[in-house]
Structures are given as structure tokens and as C-alpha cells.
């Protein structure tokens, strides 16, 4: 896995209120080194759990701030 650089975090936050799943995919784009991947193959490849995939996809606040945290923390994904 990737991890996002300086660049790839500010522009993930400064896009997140507007559009939160726009925001996400483009950043697990880069993570994932998937540069067309779609929301949803993107989240099957992250290696996530079935239950928080389901909370993602159903657009899940919590969840999607939740992502954004760890990916604004971490800079990848949680092992």
C-alpha cells in the first residue's frame, strides 16, 4: 500500500465537507495505487471489513469520518 503524501491529505480534507465519498475515493486512489478505481472496488480492495464496506457504502457519517481520520492520521490504511 501507498501512503498519502502532505498534498494528497490537504487536499483530502479540504474537499471532505463538500463531498465526502469524492473526497475518500480520490484519496484510496492513491493508496491503493488504483488511479480509475471506483468507490465501491476501491473498498473491496481495502481489505475492510463486510460490516464497515456495508456502512461506507450506505454513506454512513460516522464511518466516512472515521476513514477520513485514520487516513488523515495513518496516511494509509489501518494493517
Known amino acids: 500500500m501507498n501512503r498519502l503524501k502532505k498534498a494528497d491529505v490537504e487536499a483530502l480534507l479540504a474537499t471532505y465537507d463538500a463531498d465526502p465519498v469524492g473526497a475518500l475515493t480520490v484519496a484510496l486512489r492513491v493508496v491503493l495505487d488504483q488511479p ?7 473498498l473491496k ?12 457504502q450506505g454513506n454512513d457519517a460516522a464511518a466516512l469520518d472515521e476513514l477520513a481520520a485514520e487516513l488523515n492520521e495513518l496516511r ?4
Open 36 to 42: 480509475t478505481g471506483e468507490w465501491t472496488s476501491l
Open 45 to 56: 480492495s481495502a481489505g475492510l471489513s463486510c460490516a464497515r464496506r456495508i456502512r461506507l
Open 76 to 79: 494509509t490504511l489501518p494493517a
